[in-house]
C-alpha cells in the first residue's frame, strides 16, 4: 500500500465533506436549542444538581434506549463506578473485562477496590469475545455456594464488563448467557454505543444495567456526564441514592444514611443534553452517511474498513480502519497528522499501562494483534449536515 498517496487522497475526500483543511477527530455539534435550553437555566438560577432537566435528560435516555430508568451523573466514568457498587462489586472481588478499552473502565473497577482481570476480543467487533470468556472462565474458575471464584488468587468474581468499541456491538447476547451460567453480574460499558443495536435492541439492554457517556466528544454531548440505564426498579433506586450522596429525603434535615458520593450531573449539563437529544435521529443519519461515503473510499484505495458485524447495528462513533502492520500504521498516523487530518491509534492495552501491569490476563492474542493496525480516521457530523437539517 503506499501510504503516502492514500493520505493525499483522504486529505481530499475530508476535504470533500467537512470543506476544511485540518479536520478533527470528532468534534461536538450544536445546532438545536442548546443556547435557549442553557438560558433559561441561567433565569431559572437552577443551574447545579437540581432541576428539571436533570429529569428530562434522565426519562429522554432511558426511553430512546428502551428501559425504565435512567440515572444521570457526572461523567461516564463515575456511572461506571456507581453502577458496579450497586451490583454488589466488593473490595477484593475481581472483575472481568477487556484490556482494548479506554482506561476509564478498568480504573472505575479498580475505585471499588475490586481487580481487573483481562480476557481477549474478537477482531471483528473490537469488544470481549465470549469464546475467551468462557474458556478462561471453564480454566481459571471454580464454583462455591453458586458464587465463581479464581483458582489462582481466591477472589470472588463478582462482575463482567464488556464494552461496545467504538460503537460497535460486541457479542453480548453470548457474554450474557455466559454471564448467567457462572452467576455474574453483566454491566454493560455502552458509553460510545448511543444509537447501536443488536438485533432490534439497544446496546445496554443485555445486563443488571450499562452506562453511558456524554464527553464532548461522544455521538451527543452534555459537555461532561453519564448516565446509569436499568430495568431493575431496585438498582436504579439505590443509584440514585448512591449519587446523590446518600441523603435521605426530608424538607429541611440532611440526614445521609451511608457513604455516599456526589455525582449528581448539573442541570445545565442537562440541559445540553436535552436539545442534542432531539436531534439525535439526524445525528445518527449523519453518521451513518459518514460511514458509507467512507466504506466505499477505502474498497477504492486498498483501505480495509471497519464495519459492524451481522445482525447488529453501529451508530458509527468512530469511524476507524485496519492497516497490515504496526509499521505501516505509524506511516499512516504520520503522514495524515502531518497534513492537518486528525487520526489516532487505538488504546493502549491496559496491561501494558503500570497500574494494571500484574492483572491476570489470557494472553490478549487478538486484542495485540488489533493495537497494532487499527486506527480513528475524522468522523464528526458535517456543518453542511446542520445547513440541511
Known amino acids: 500500500m503506499n501510504i503516502f498517496e492514500n493520505s493525499k487522497k483522504l486529505k481530499s475526500f475530508l476535504k470533500d465533506i467537512y470543506g476544511a483543511e485540518d479536520v478533527l477527530l470528532h468534534r461536538p455539534i450544536f445546532f438545536g436549542n442548546e443556547k435557549q435550553y442553557l438560558s433559561e437555566c441561567i433565569e431559572s438560577n437552577f443551574v447545579s444538581s437540581v432541576g428539571a432537566r436533570v429529569i428530562e435528560f434522565e426519562t429522554n435516555i432511558a426511553n430512546f434506549v428502551g428501559a425504565s430508568n435512567g440515572i444521570a451523573t457526572v461523567n461516564g466514568t463515575l456511572a461506571l463506578h456507581a453502577a458496579l457498587l450497586v451490583c454488589g462489586v466488593k473490595r477484593g472481588d475481581e472483575v472481568i473485562s477487556q484490556a482494548l478499552t479506554f482506561v476509564a473502565t478498568s480504573n472505575a473497577i479498580t475505585y471499588t477496590g475490586a481487580t481487573p482481570v483481562f480476557v481477549d476480543v474478537d477482531i471483528d467487533t473490537l469488544g470481549m469475545s465470549p469464546t475467551a470468556l468462557r474458556s478462561w472462565l471453564k480454566k481459571n474458575t471454580h464454583r462455591r455456594s453458586g458464587e465463581t471464584y479464581n483458582k489462582t488468587s481466591g477472589a470472588r468474581i463478582s462482575a463482567c464488563v464488556p464494552m461496545h468499541t467504538f460503537g ?141 458485524i451481522e445482525n447488529t447495528t453501529s451508530n458509527f462513533w468512530l469511524n476507524a480502519i485496519l492497516l497490515e502492520n504496526l509499521e505501516e500504521r505509524d506511516c499512516f498516523l504520520k503522514e495524515t497528522n502531518s497534513l492537518g487530518i486528525m487520526t489516532r491509534p487505538i488504546w493502549r492495552l491496559m496491561t501494558e499501562l503500570p497500574m494494571y501491569l500484574d492483572c491476570q490476563n489470557d494472553g490478549l492474542q487478538n486484542a495485540k494483534w488489533l493495537v497494532d493496525r487499527v486506527v480513528n480516521v475524522p468522523s464528526s457530523v458535517p456543518e453542511a449536515d446542520i445547513r440541511t437539517k
Not at 451460567?181 to 455502552?190: A, F, M
Not at 455516599?260 to 439525535?280: C, D, H, K, S, T
Not at 461515503?293 to 486498498?302: A, G, L, M, P, T
Open 168 to 308: 460497535l456491538p460486541c457479542r453480548i447476547k453470548e457474554i450474557a448467557d455466559i454471564c448467567k451460567e457462572y452467576n455474574l453480574v453483566l454491566i454493560e460499558d455502552s458509553a460510545e454505543s448511543l444509537g447501536s443495536y443488536v438485533d432490534n435492541l439497544h446496546t445496554g439492554s443485555f445486563g443488571a444495567c450499562s452506562i453511558f457517556s456524554f464527553n464532548g466528544n461522544k455521538i451527543i454531548t452534555t459537555g461532561g456526564g453519564g448516565m446509569i440505564v436499568t430495568n431493575n426498579k431496585i438498582i436504579a433506586q439505590k443509584a440514585k441514592h448512591l449519587t446523590t450522596t446518600s441523603k435521605i429525603g426530608h424538607a429541611y434535615e440532611y440526614f445521609h444514611d451511608e457513604v455516599g458520593y456526589n455525582y449528581r450531573l448539573p442541570n445545565l449539563n442537562a440541559a445540553l443534553g436535552v436539545a442534542q437529544m432531539e436531534n439525535i435521529y439526524q445525528i445518527l443519519k449523519s453518521k451513518r452517511k459518514i460511514a458509507s461515503k467512507y466504506r466505499k473510499f477505502c474498497s477504492q484505495n486498498d483501505l480495509n474498513f471497519i464495519e459492524p
